[in-house]
């Protein structure tokens, strides 16, 4: 049964922490004149309200994105900027685009986008996101598993896959452990961002652990945004292959993600396996 839905979440800080990594291995895929693919599997609807009914209940995007919209924002994060620009008008922050929409707005013809969505709403939804977008969009409503048990490697040989779940069951973290691995031999030169959730009952280790073992180059960052209690404190993400450059861009965005912190200071650490 799928019952979540991102509307309530997007522009979260966890979504700040994502997004603003994915620019910038957007940006760093970008740099070499040649075709790549983007497969996002956990697509959602693809743009968010900020004013919609599900936002206002949660009030998420208040201590996520909301929070960082007057602030000075770095020259490194110039393209998530651009992504947020190019779904409102002027400095307004009325809508918030999803990881689709921000891949759509910072690449061109030559990249591919591949956007899975199991949930009858949400793909609904995004398909009128895309409707006219161009040939190189390719929607498909099918488990994201599944997708990329069917679809790697991409014939450009080049590019990024994106990982998103939901976590609604308990064998989640297993079956994406599984499919990560068996993504990771179909295609090992290909960018792997993984989203997980930080959560104090330690859920999440196991999937880590084992993500760790790999001898493919890992980056894994955190964002901690407050105490360990109920329900996720953290957000974190998981790369293989990421850009040589992203630890250090890492480290000098790190002052830019404080104020997300909800009883201090968010805190943003990143580690690296031996093979980097
Ligand atoms: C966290 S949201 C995705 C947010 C999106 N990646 C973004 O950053 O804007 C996860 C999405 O995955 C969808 N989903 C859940 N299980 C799925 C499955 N097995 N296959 C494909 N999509 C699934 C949910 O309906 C939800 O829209």
Sequence with gaps: MLSYQHGYHAGNFADVHKHSILTLVLNYLRRKPKPFTVFDVYAGRGLYGLHTTQAQ???????????????????LLGDYRQALRAVNAQDSLRYYPGSPMI????????????????????????????????????LHRRDALEALRALLPPSSRRGLVLIDPSYERAGDY????????????????????????????GRHQGLLR?????????????????????????????????????????????????????????????FVSGHF
């Design 210 to 270: 084992r993500l760790e073992q790999s001898e493919r180059p890992w980056l894994r960052s955190e964002l901690q945004v407050r105490r360990p209690g109920i329900g996720m404190h953290g957000s974190g993400l998981f790369l293989f292959n990421p850009p040589y450059v992203l630890p250090e861009q890492l480290a000098r965005l790190a002052d830019w993600y404080e104020p997300l912190g909800q009883d201090g200071v968010a805190t943003l650490q990143n």
């Design 103 to 138: 891949s759509h707005s910072l690449t061109r013809e030559a990249t591919d986008l591949v956007l899975c969505e199991l949930h009858p709403q949400e793909f609904l939804a995004l398909q009128q996101t895309f409707a006219g977008k161009g040939r190189r969009v390719h």
């Design 57 to 75: 209940k949660t009030g998420e995007a208040e201590q996520g994105i909301l929070k960082l919209a007057d602030a000075p924002w770095p020259a």
């Design 174 to 201: 297993t079956a994406v452990g599984d499919a990560v691995a068996g993504a990771l031999q179909k295609w090992p030169a290909g960018v792997y961002m993984l989203w997980y959730p930080v959560l104090a009952d």
